[in-house]
């Protein structure tokens, strides 16, 4: 059973930091490129950041290039999301996902349960 499990989320005033982990289970984990994305209430689930199997290559949403950093561990089955310069608008829930590594929500196979970050002024 594939099990995806977010963590490190909280509360942040604006320009603040938070690091994201996510721990990966019931898979090989080198063998999927792994994302990050984010949903705002009444909002479509968002890209943020997108990483290739061995880390070599990242990808990262226009709103969160230059502030957010993807990183990932296999010998720990973990992927990371830095969270740097925190900005109102990046309050959402933030879901990891194991898949291609695209910016598209139908290229992951596997999803978290997700970790909410919230920015308060």
């Known amino acids: 059973q594939v099990q995806l499990v977010e963590s490190g989320g909280g509360l942040v005033q604006a320009g603040g930091s938070l690091r994201l982990s996510c721990a990966a289970s019931?898979?090989?984990?080198?063998?999927?490129?792994m994302g990050w994305f984010r949903q705002a209430p009444g909002k479509e689930r968002e890209f943020v950041a997108g990483?290739?199997?061995?880390?070599?290559?990242?990808s990262y949403g226009d709103a969160m290039r230059g502030r957010f950093t993807i990183s990932r561990d296999n010998a720990k089955n973990s992927v990371y999301l830095q969270l740097n310069a925190l900005k109102l608008e990046d309050t959402a829930v933030y879901y990891c996902?194991?898949?291609?590594?695209?910016?598209?929500?139908?290229?992951?196979?596997?999803w978290g349960q997700g970790t909410q970050v919230t920015v308060s002024s």
């Open positions: 996902a194991a898949g291609r590594g695209t910016g598209r929500v139908r290229d992951y196979d596997y």
């Open positions: 019931g898979l090989t984990f080198s063998s999927y490129a």
């Open positions: 990483i290739s199997r061995y880390g070599a290559t990242t």
